[in-house]
């Protein structure tokens, strides 16, 4: 198990567009395990890894913790209808915000074999599937926030 450090918002390599992963080496691959570990380690739905500091199209998501997706050079299909929620990040840790997301997302991927497949998502995954591809492009949700951007522990004390 390998835990990588997450990089925050402020850093440089979070702003860059990531690269087409071509072929699948050992080394990608072992990326991709770390990425996994350090998503459930940090307890994160979804991780790119360019929040890990390599700019390749690769993200992990996992919104039931049982149940990982790999996607290198994610594509996004078709999406519909629309959802508003709080949504968080690793790289920007404590805050939370609003934002408006497709409710149904269908992407095209390619699996850590390379071996081509689509998934389809709703609500949850969805928002999560468009995060995380967000991040290949080098955006961050806070640039989509509605309203301001809040403390998550503040937001929790009011819930309570
Ligand atoms: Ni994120």
New binding site residues.
């Given amino acids: 198990m390998a835990i990588r450090s997450v990089r925050e918002i402020g850093d440089e390599v979070l702003t860059k567009r990531c690269k087409e992963v071509k072929e699948m080496t050992p080394r990608t691959r072992q990326l991709i395990d770390d990425m996994l570990d350090t998503m459930y380690e940090e307890n994160g739905v979804?991780l790119?890894a360019s929040?890990v500091g390599i700019l390749k199209r690769i993200v992990v998501i996992d919104v039931t913790g049982e149940d990982p997706y790999v996607l290198v050079n994610p594509r996004i299909l078709e999406t519909s209808g629309e959802q508003t929620g709080y949504e968080g990040?690793?790289?920007v840790p404590g805050k939370t915000g609003v934002v408006t997301r497709p409710n149904y997302v269908k992407v095209t991927a390619f699996d850590a074999d390379m071996n081509p497949y689509e998934l389809e998502g709703t609500e949850l995954l969805a928002r999560a599937i468009c995060?995380?591809l967000d991040?290949l492009d080098g955006h961050?949700?806070v640039e989509k926030v509605e309203g301001e951007l809040q403390n998550a522990d503040q937001l929790q004390e009011e819930g309570e």
């Fill in positions: 979804g790119a929040q990040c690793l790289s995060h995380e991040h961050l949700y």
